[in-house]
Nanobody, 129 residues
Framework: QVQLVESGGGLVQTGGSLRLACAASGRTFSNYMMGWFRQAPGKEREFVAGVVGTHDDTYYTEVVKGRFTISRDNAKATVYLQMNSLKPEDTAVYYC??????????????????????WGQGTQVTVSS
């Protein structure tokens, strides 16, 4: 079992920044591919960013490229999402997910919510206009 706990959400104005963190416990953190997803009211949970591998290969959904940065610290068993230039449409509950790297099947698979083995409880991000 892997336990994931997100933090860092809050209320910010348009153009502001937030840094989300997801702390993992229970298994060897480096054995997991990590992803950030978000879910706005009335919408499906969608992929935002992911990081995998010994070289920290990353992938982003198009709408956050150039604004968001995912990173991980294996020593702290934590994955981060630095969010800059926030927009009202970024408002959502943000979740981190973990997927056993042995099940890695490329980014086409990793962007699907159903590919993840573990989830955190989520952290609310609200961007005011």
């Amino acid at each position: 079992q892997v336990q994931l706990v997100e933090s860092g959400g809050g209320l910010v104005q348009t153009g502001g920044s937030l840094r989300l963190a997801c702390a993992a416990s229970g298994r060897t953190f480096s054995n997991y591919m990590m992803g950030w997803f978000r879910q706005a009211p009335g919408k499906e949970r969608e992929f935002v960013a992911g990081v995998v591998g010994t070289h920290d290969d990353t992938y982003y959904t198009e709408v956050v490229k150039g604004r968001f940065t995912i990173s991980r610290d294996n020593a702290k068993a934590t994955v981060y999402l630095q969010m800059n230039s926030l927009k009202p449409e970024d408002t959502a509950v943000y979740y981190c997910g973990a997927r056993d790297v042995r099940h890695w099947g490329g980014w086409d698979s990793a962007i699907r919510r159903t590919s993840y083995d573990y989830w955190g409880q989520g952290t609310q991000v609200t961007v005011s206009s």
